[in-house]
């Protein structure tokens, strides 16, 4: 429930990018789901919604490697 700088395989975890190709839950669709790979880690993103403020947060679950 709180920023961190660190997180391990197995982790749930949201994130908010500044572009992102995931369409957030809204007017009677579901979220995105897929994957997110980056150089030393790869998340699964089981849910994709809006925020208050308008920033797309992605639900994500981290497969393999350190966020």
């Known amino acids: 429930g709180a ?9 749930e975890v949201e994130v908010v990018l500044d572009q992102t190709p995931f ?5 009677g669709q579901v979220g995105d789901i897929g994957t997110l790979d980056g150089p030393s880690s790869r998340l699964r993103v089981v849910d994709t919604y809006k925020a208050g403020n308008g920033l797309i947060i992605h639900r994500a679950v981290v497969e393999h490697g350190v966020l």
């Open 3 to 11: 920023p961190t700088e660190e997180v391990s395989e197995g982790a």
């Open 23 to 27: 369409y957030p839950e809204g007017g």
